[in-house]
């Protein structure tokens, strides 16, 4: 992992960089901050002077016209500064947020899997406001309180150096007590942004069960979690608020004493004819001043180490190398026939546990309807997911027209590859953007004939928008029967030559049965078909059956040949198929 500074000079290349003029703007505009703070403290010393103890006339209006001027330009400067970083920030807070979702919408769909969404999303909103804080606030206030400081300091050393001399011995004892803090409060804070992320994650999950919850009656039970998870939250938040506001009292009282000391000694050197009133004064009032930049500086520390613990969570997702990519020598996958062979393909899911699938040879005919069939847990979606890439094969090889897949440029194996699920996936969008996902530039025709095809027409043409109905998070408009026609309209759309197919095993009513079947019927007319069956029709219409078990192919065949041939597969017959 990256140590402070290497994630400091990363953040300035590919974040910071590209503004760094606009934040030299900002940063001009702070000098200006600096000296016209600077010059409220300078201007009480001619002040007491002339206009009280020599009593003056003619600086009656020259001096408070001075000190007008001077909190005018304070004002503006400080405005303009904080404007600009404003703007700097936002910029940055894009480009993070860009560059994160680009690099999870690439990712690998392992790695998705492994964390949950909730995560992803406190990663996306919490941690990347850290870094922002990180690159605009911490460099805003450094240089406008350490200038400022310069500034003040410059102003006390002019009117006295002894008085000036004490005051920055005591400076240091104020920034340790800060700095200590600090550290503790980076700690805090990643806790808290861990906790952040298993509160968003919860909360996704109460959405998504809703019913689950009211059928079991766990309205009371997920009440309990929920307010464990956010008493955590608060209690983790409480922590850090403390420990900021914990640096008062503590500073209250330094800066008690070191005025005390101030006064003291000033009384002395008065009577010595060391010190005039007017410097007393103007001195004192550029320490008082002096007072919040010390401050400010002195916890700038702990948006630093925020910001560093939100990067340390950010850049490992934008820097997530995927395992499934092309290679410099990947090819152009060319079909003409669609035959596809599986050579020796090993698949352990996830390291170190069971062998899913353990040297499958399969051989795949071009054009024709071939059905994987085995209990459920066989290792027949694994089959499926490793044709378009969504994991690697462990070992062995998958050819596509005497093509290896792994040779071949992941768009174009895609590109002649459809995916029909029995969990349909649909986004909450119009049912005509549903189905031309498949293909953003498809014609308002070949929708409808997609449509027609699937016979998801019939519903359609009763829905009040028709084609223009949106259809809610993930289809919960629609029946079952709804989704799996607009998910097979999609696969019609994209006209690829090789299907794979998920039979969904919930049985729907005889009508729409039939008709699902029809649409696939249609839909894999002509096309190198692998499914995975459930249905007797299904079977049937097969060219050929592989039956799989325990990550094994340990049958092949027709139908009859197996019923006779295969005790796995009269078994599975005669429990699952003869009753559907």
């Not at 703007?87 to 860009?98: C, F, P």
């Not at 009763?462 to 629609?478: A, H, M, Q, S």
Request: hydrophobic residues 45%; charged residues 20%; contains cysteine.
């Amino acid at each position: 992992s990256m140590n402070n500074i290497q994630i400091l000079k990363r953040l300035y290349k590919n974040y910071t960089k590209k503004y760094i003029r606009k934040i030299l703007i900002s940063v001009f505009f702070t000098v200006l901050l600096a000296a016209s703070t600077s010059s409220v403290a300078y201007l009480l010393d001619p002040a007491i002077k002339q206009l009280f103890i020599e009593q003056k006339q003619k600086y009656i209006y020259l001096i408070p016209g001075l000190i007008v001027i001077a909190f005018a330009t304070k004002g503006l400067s400080l405005y303009l500064a904080k404007i600009i970083m404003i703007n700097v920030s936002e910029e940055v807070r894009k480009d993070i947020q860009t560059d994160m979702f680009a690099s999870l919408i690439k990712a690998d769909t392992e790695l998705v899997d492994s964390k949950h969404s909730g995560n992803f999303i406190a990663n996306l909103t919490n941690d990347v406001n850290m870094i922002v804080g990180l690159v605009s606030t911490a460099i805003l206030n450094f240089f406008k309180d350490s200038l400022t400081l310069i500034g003040l300091l410059s102003v006390m050393f002019y009117q006295n150096w002894k008085l000036s001399l004490i005051a920055i011995i005591m400076i240091p004892l104020a920034s340790t007590a800060a700095r200590s803090l600090g550290k503790r409060i980076g700690k805090v804070t990643t806790q808290q942004m861990a906790k952040a992320g298993i509160l968003t994650s919860y909360l996704i999950e109460i959405f998504k069960n809703h019913k689950l919850i009211k059928i079991f009656q766990k309205e009371g039970y997920e009440k309990k979690r929920a307010n464990e998870f956010i008493n955590n939250l608060k209690e983790t938040s409480r922590k850090i608020n403390v420990v900021h506001v914990r640096a008062s009292p503590i500073m209250e009282f330094l800066t008690g004493i070191m005025i005390a000391c101030l006064i003291f000694i000033s009384a002395k050197l008065v009577v010595k004819n060391e010190l005039e009133v007017s410097n007393f004064f103007s001195f004192l009032a550029a320490m008082m001043l002096a007072y919040q930049p010390v401050r400010s500086l002195a916890t700038l520390n702990i948006i630093v180490q925020q910001g560093l613990s939100g990067a340390r969570r950010v850049l490992p997702i934008i820097d997530d190398i995927q395992k499934v990519k092309d290679n410099p020598e990947s090819k152009k996958l060319i079909v003409s026939k669609g035959n596809i062979k599986f050579d020796n393909v090993k698949f352990i899911y996830i390291k170190g546990e069971q062998q899913i699938l353990n040297s499958i040879n399969l051989d795949i005919p071009g054009e024709k309807m071939t059905a994987l069939v085995g209990h459920s847990g066989a290792g027949k979606s694994t089959i499926l997911n490793l044709i378009p890439r969504f994991y690697n094969a462990d070992d062995g090889n998958i050819f596509i027209d005497n093509q290896s897949i792994y040779s071949s440029t992941i768009f174009s194996l895609r590109k002649n590859i459809s995916l029909v699920s029995q969990d349909t996936t649909l986004v909450d969008d119009t049912i005509r953007n549903n189905i031309a996902y498949a293909n953003l530039d498809a014609s308002q025709k070949e929708i409808e004939e997609a449509a027609q095809f699937s016979f998801a027409n019939e519903f359609i043409e009763k829905l009040p928008k028709k084609y223009d109905t949106i259809i809610g998070e993930n289809g919960v408009r629609l029946s079952g029967g709804e989704k799996q026609r607009l998910s097979i309209a999609r696969a019609i759309l994209k006209k690829s030559p090789i299907i794979l197919l998920d039979e969904a095993t919930s049985s729907l009513d005889a009508e729409t049965e039939s008709k699902i079947q029809k649409a696939i019927g249609f839909l894999t007319e002509g096309k190198t078909t692998i499914v995975i069956a459930h249905r007797l029709s299904t079977i049937l219409n097969s060219d050929k059956i592989y039956v799989i078990d325990k990550g094994q192919v340990i049958g092949e065949g027709k139908h009859d040949e197996l019923l006779v041939g295969s005790s796995v597969y009269k078994n599975f017959y005669e429990k699952q198929i003869k009753r559907s």
